[in-house]
């Protein structure tokens, strides 16, 4: 259109601007063509064939039916006649007539007469060529009101305005083309936007995507007012005058170009645009919430977890205060997951998309629920218990003590005589009436209903006031046999004495003399001397902490002693069975190196974090290195069990076992690593529990994921041990992410029928192992050895290089499926997770590899082919619409 309008845009005086402006004049014949009028211009021959075929071109192209053409040659001669036929042979448009008014100089008029036979074919004309003698003859043809007055008809042509009306129609036509464009090519997109797997992202791109749509309706509505105004401007005339009309050309354009076309082109891309983006937001906000409700269920998932995990080990401290505060604080992630679960149930109310994996979480959270209150009740009890308890004990502990004070308290003199023997008896009697009133008449029955539910520490705390309970008892006793003798019999006065200072017991008041070991400041809401809150506090744990590590030195010391070091005694030489010959190394693995790194280091660092507890994180952090020589033990281990389960019942470990008077066997306390390893991140926990939003939060946080990376990287290298087959270098593959075992379905283009058939079906069970540089996909076996328990080991049978793979986050029909295809789909892997959360877990690493390769190849010379970029290929088959 914009090379169409460069013609009409000339001057009127210009041949082209003279031609195109004065040829489409508004006129129709009788049958409505559209009339194409040639006056007369003696510079017609000098415009140039393209821009005659340009300007004629456009002109056809407005109307869509048949022509009439007018040559106007009267002042001219049969040469201009000849021209504008030949010229107009190549007429793009469909002709019907063709009127020429001839020369009407005589010898001209007779020269045309004559030519126009001659010459007739060589017109290439296939209609009829009508040849006028005056302007007369033509009306008898055309009527008056669709000729020009230079024609002698009375149609009203305004040059000025015929060029500005279709200037601005085909600028609108080209703005509602625009228009259109650019609504298709944002419904593109957003029909091949991928769903994003968080919250923030979702929330982002509905911002984009909104922003972008409301400034797509601005322009939609701006291109509508614009056709308006167009619309308004053409019909002018008629609104200025009601004697005025429109001509034939302005109705053309108002009705058949303006309303058919341009703005009902409008009306129906403004509808499906908005139905469109009506399903996409609705799809982008139940994203939006399917996010939220994911975050919060994982939340509360970690909640429960924390809750359960979190165990009052220090029973014997419970007082009321902390036994309420239990009741309050259990009560917490019941709520949020029950409302969570019902918040999940209106979403599947309204129809939302992800109805399949919403479902399950609410399921999952209700089962929870019930579990939890079921645990919670348990607990509830054992507290309520416990409690009952530790005021028996306090009470019992109280007695003690105030019947100590009323025995040192009855002075001998006043006992002599059987007045006094007899009042100090009654004393006695009523004092032993309150052990009833406690219910301390047979305190073992009821510590016994305790046993099971008490620590160490707390039995020995129990079983101390039990024996002091006898004590005091027989006191009482041995007094009483003393006093009766006394009241039975008279005897003489007896000269009063004074015991000695150093024998008589301390006094003081029963209310206020606590037993030792009773009433400490740890574990206790309140502490009953100080008064002041306490809680389970840093100092707590770490006292655990650095006891049990001296314990666990002291194990590992008697092992490395009392067997390793026993395997080099001559005199037990001849016990070592032969397969144990030489296999010390392989039986304790790098025991001594753990061992020497926690008795020299770390057992002193942490001790000195006794007046410091801030410092516990910085000593994890410090010593990330040297934690991972558990990594090289566990390595062992499978070995050294093996090992042990072939020599495990010889005659040597049971004399090193008698000797070293250990309960249980060394296979036990080869276990110690494993599980001290698995303590430090409990003991962390339980230490962030206590510093929320304190200042060393943050490095108790990192701590914490230090343990547990070691943790993860100790798991995982046992099973990368035991690969076999592969014939490269394991450690050349990068650093290992992932693995774990996937039902898996193949379809490789090149594979035979059948095969490709079967695979489609039957799925094969196959253990990934994913490294920065590759996949391998592993056959899991496991074998029992000699009736133990089964070995794993994994076959290896495939793998793909990492720069060349893509993935397919969703299948149709399960969405605990994803794949995973090489060199463009060629060979297809479907893999089957065994829950959508491990699904999300592996597809986020991947994702993390190959958009990590992607930067790669980013950063590299613009002079480098960078080959692995097809490759970094993620896609989601979830459509937006």
Not at 150 to 178: C, D, P
Not at 181 to 191: I, V
Not at 315 to 334: A, N, R, V
Not at 837 to 851: F, G, M, Q
Request: with cysteine; proline share 4%; glycine share 6%.
């Amino acid at each position: 259109s914009l090379c169409r309008l460069q013609h009409l845009e000339l001057p009127e005086g210009s041949g082209r601007g003279w031609l195109s402006g004065r040829a489409l004049q508004g006129g129709r014949g009788k049958d409505g063509a559209p009339i194409i009028t040639f006056p007369e211009c003696a510079g017609f021959s000098d415009i140039p064939d393209e821009d005659f075929l340009n300007v004629v071109t456009y002109l056809t192209s407005i109307p869509s039916i048949g022509f009439i053409i007018i040559i106007d040659r009267r002042r001219d001669k049969w040469s201009a006649v000849k021209a504008s036929l030949t010229r107009i042979g190549a007429f793009p448009g469909n002709l019907q007539l063709v009127f020429v008014l001839r020369p009407s100089r005589f010898i001209q008029r007779t020269i045309a007469d004559i030519g126009i036979k001659l010459y007739r074919d060589d017109f290439k004309m296939k209609v009829p060529i009508i040849m006028l003698n005056s302007v007369s003859d033509l009306h008898g043809y055309i009527d008056k009101s669709q000729l020009t007055r230079e024609l002698g008809g009375t149609l009203e042509y305004g040059h000025s305005q015929w060029i500005h009306h279709r200037t601005a129609i085909e600028n609108f036509a080209m703005t509602v083309k625009t228009t259109a464009q650019m609504l298709q090519t944002f419904g593109t997109d957003l029909a091949e936007t991928e769903l994003p797997n968080d919250v923030k992202c979702t929330e982002e791109l509905l911002s984009a995507h909104t922003e972008h749509h409301s400034k797509l309706k601005v322009n939609l509505k701006l291109a509508v007012k614009q056709g308006a105004t167009l619309l308004t401007c053409i019909r002018e005339p008629v609104t200025r005058s009601a004697n005025s009309k429109l001509s034939p050309d302005e109705l053309e354009n108002c009705f058949s170009l303006f309303f058919n076309r341009l703005l009902a082109q409008l009306d129906e891309t403004e509808k499906a645009f908005d139905q469109f983006w009506t399903k996409h937001h609705l799809k982008l906000e139940q994203c939006l919430q399917l996010r939220h409700f994911e975050h919060d269920f994982r939340e509360v998932h970690h909640l429960f977890i924390m809750s359960t995990q979190a165990s009052f080990a220090d029973i014997g401290d419970i007082t009321l205060k902390s036994f309420i505060c239990f009741s309050f604080i259990s009560q917490e992630p019941l709520e949020k997951a029950q409302s969570l679960a019902l918040h999940g149930e209106q979403l599947i109310q309204n129809n939302h998309y992800a109805v399949d994996s919403i479902r399950p979480k609410c399921v999952e959270l209700r089962r929870i629920c019930d579990d939890f209150t079921n645990e919670t009740k348990k607990k509830y009890d054992i507290l309520g218990k416990s409690l009952e308890l530790h005021k028996q004990l306090d009470k019992a502990s109280q007695w003690c003590e105030a019947g100590i004070y009323l025995l040192a308290s009855q002075a001998v003199d006043k006992c002599q005589s059987q007045e006094g023997a007899e009042t100090a008896l009654v004393e006695i009697e009523k004092f032993l009436m309150t052990a009833k009133e406690h219910q301390l008449s047979n305190p073992k029955e009821f510590y016994n209903q305790f046993d099971m539910i008490l620590t160490p520490e707390i039995k020995a705390n129990a079983q101390k006031i039990l024996q002091k309970l006898e004590d005091v008892q027989e006191m009482f006793d041995k007094r009483q046999v003393s006093l009766k003798k006394l009241a039975a019999k008279q005897t003489r006065p007896v000269q009063p004495v004074a015991p000695h200072p150093e024998s008589s017991p301390k006094r003081g008041s029963p209310k206020t003399t606590r037993p030792a070991g009773v009433g400490t400041c740890h574990g206790s809401l309140f502490c009953k001397r100080c008064n002041t809150p306490s809680f389970i506090s840093f100092s707590h744990i770490i006292n655990e902490l650095i006891e049990t590590e001296r314990v666990y030195v002291e194990e590992l010391q008697s092992i490395i002693e009392g067997y390793a070091s026993e395997m080099d005694n001559p005199n037990l030489v001849h016990l070592i069975p032969s397969a144990l010959q030489n296999k010390k190394d392989v039986l304790f693995g790098n025991l001594p190196e753990i061992y020497e790194f926690h008795n020299r280091i770390f057992l002193k660092e942490i001790e000195n974090c006794i007046e410091n507890p801030e410092l516990l994180a910085r000593c994890f952090l410090k010593r990330k290195e040297d934690l991972q020589i558990y990594e090289k033990y566990c390595q062992n281990k499978p070995r050294s069990e093996a090992l042990w389960r072939q020599c495990g019942d010889s005659i040597f470990f049971q004399e090193c076992q008698r000797k070293l008077d250990h309960k249980l066997s060394l296979d036990a306390y080869l276990l110690k690593p494993v599980q001290r390893i698995t303590k430090y991140q409990l003991i962390l926990k339980e230490m962030l529990k206590c510093s929320k939003n304190s200042e060393g939060t943050a490095e108790l946080e990192e701590a914490l994921a230090t343990v547990l990376d070691i943790i993860k990287s100790v798991n995982d290298s046992m099973h990368q041990i035991a690969i076999t087959g592969y014939e490269g270098d394991v450690s050349e593959l990068g650093k290992l992410l992932m693995q774990g075992s996937f039902n898996v379905w193949t379809d490789h283009k090149k594979g035979h029928n059948k095969v490709k058939d079967l695979a489609r079906f039957k799925p094969m069970q196959r253990h990934l192992f994913l490294y920065t540089k590759m996949l391998l996909f592993c056959k899991k076996r496991e074998e029992n050895t000699d009736g133990h328990e089964k070995t794993a080991s994994y076959s290896f049978k495939n793998s793909l290089k990492m720069s060349t793979v893509g993935i397919t986050e969703n299948v149709k029909g399960d969405n605990k499926k994803f794949e995973i295809w090489y060199n463009g789909r060629e060979e297809v892997y479907i893999i089957q997770a065994s829950s959508v959360e491990l699904k999300n877990t592996w597809i986020s690493e991947i994702r993390k590899v190959l958009t990590g390769q992607l930067e790669a190849c980013r950063g590299r010379t613009h002079s480098v082919v960078c080959w692995c970029l097809p490759s970094v290929h993620v896609c989601n088959n979830v459509g937006l619409g």
